[in-house]
């Protein structure tokens, strides 16, 4: 176990932590994002757009899709960019880590689900960028994300929510 992840244990004997937050890594740039699921509900899958700006690839926006009533609905952060394969997810297979780089923007994307599985890397490192990782804590679930956007996402965090 992590020591984040037991510390995130070692708190939840004094308080019930039921949600929590990493991040966010990136710049300054964009307005304010908050956005989660509703409760109960898990992501079924994910999709992210690409695009360049001044000769630099970066990440422009991320959807994750679920389904609540029979009808498939997303939450997003970010908009434009170029759109890149669409990743289903079965139901046994959820995101454990999201990782990539950054610098006044997010650069690179990658996504491991809970199998090891690299599910998909977008983006592209630059020069000098610095990297960021967010692991999912054993008995929680990945639920949104929060951060700054605007045309592309400037900065990127996780949203978590007891399992």
Do not use: C
Request: glycine share 14%.
């Amino acid at each position: 176990m992590s020591q984040f992840a037991q510390a995130l244990v070692n708190a939840t004997s004094m308080v019930d932590v039921t949600t929590f937050d990493q991040g966010p890594s990136g710049g300054t740039g964009g307005v304010p994002v908050n956005t989660d699921l509703p409760n109960d509900l898990t992501v079924k899958a994910f999709q992210v757009f690409t695009g360049q700006d001044a000769g630099q690839l970066h990440i422009h926006q991320v959807i994750l899709f679920y389904d609540q009533d029979g009808v498939e609905k997303s939450i997003r952060i970010g908009s434009g960019g170029s759109e890149e394969e669409r990743v289903d997810l079965i139901p046994t297979q959820h995101i454990r880590t999201i990782f990539g780089t950054y610098g006044q923007y997010v650069f690179k994307m990658a996504f491991i689900d809970n199998l090891g599985n690299v599910l998909g890397q977008y983006g592209q490192e630059q020069p000098g960028s610095a990297m960021y990782q967010f692991k999912t804590p054993d008995g929680f679930r990945l639920v949104g994300f929060f951060g700054r956007a605007g045309g592309w996402i400037d900065a990127f965090g996780v949203k978590y929510r007891a399992a």
